[in-house]
Nanobody, 115 residues
């Protein structure tokens, strides 16, 4: 079992920035994949950004150039730096961990961007 705890969400004006953090604990495999998803009201959960344990990253087209995912393996932590935030970035952001067929989710952190 892997437990994920997110933090860093909040209310910000359009154009502002936030940094989300996700700390993983438990039976963590060294080779893994971690990601951030988000879910807006009335919409399906969508992938925002992902990073492998080797540091390869991928992003949704809607956030490319604005968001940066990174990780600090020694502390089992993944970050999401969000700049130039837009109202459409509003939603609950979830941390995701995948390794050897096991999937874990965090409880989510709310991000609200006002116009």
């Amino acid at each position: 079992q892997v437990q994920l705890v997110e933090s860093g969400g909040g209310l910000v004006q359009a154009g502002g920035s936030l940094r989300l953090s996700c700390v993983a604990s438990g039976s963590i495999f060294s080779i893994n994949y971690m990601a951030w998803y988000r879910q807006a009201p009335g919409k399906q959960r969508e992938l925002v950004a992902a990073i492998t344990s080797g540091g390869s990253t991928s992003y949704a087209d809607s956030v490319k150039g604005r968001f940066t995912i990174s990780r600090y393996n020694a502390k089992n932590t993944v970050y999401l730096q969000m700049n130039s935030l837009k109202p459409e970035d509003t939603g609950v952001y979830y941390c995701n961990y995948q390794a050897r067929g096991l999937i874990s989710w965090g409880q989510g952190t709310q991000v609200t961007v006002s116009s």
